[in-house]
Nanobody, 124 residues
Framework: QVQLVESGGGLVQAGGSLRLSCAAS????????MGWFRRAQGKEREFVAV????????RYADSVKGRFTISRDNAKDTVSLQMNSLKPEDTALYYC?????????????????WGKGILVTVSS
């Protein structure tokens, strides 16, 4: 059974930092892009960041550029999201995702695998 399990969420004050991690299991994710989406209460799910398998392609949503950094460990099938200078508007459920097509992350196409999500709350 394929699983993507997120960890590292929680409550932080504005200006603070959190690091999200996602561990993949159940199959090899060789060749898969891995990344993050989020959904704030009452809003649509939106793309946050993605990193290709070979780390050649990285892309961020404009709203997080310069504040968030995505990284991955292919040997462990993990992906992380370092979130700095957090703002109240970053409050959301954050979802880990994996797909063979890196462009699918920002082009609103179907994603192969999803985590269940983890809550990040940024207080003002």
């Amino acid at each position: 059974q394929v699983q993507l399990v997120e960890s590292g969420g929680g409550l932080v004050q504005a200006g603070g930092s959190l690091r999200l991690s996602c561990a993949a299991s159940g199959r090899t994710f060789s060749g898969y892009a891995m990344g993050w989406f989020r959904r704030a209460q009452g809003k649509e799910r939106e793309f946050v960041a993605v990193l290709s398998w070979d780390r050649y392609t990285t892309r961020y949503a404009d709203s997080v550029k310069g504040r968030f950094t995505i990284s991955r460990d292919n040997a462990k099938d993990t992906v992380s999201l370092q979130m700095n200078s957090l703002k109240p508007e970053d409050t959301a459920l954050y979802y880990c995702a994996a797909d063979r097509g890196v462009a699918n992350f920002w082009s609103n196409k179907s994603i192969d695998y999803w985590g269940k999500g983890i809550l990040v709350t940024v207080s003002s």
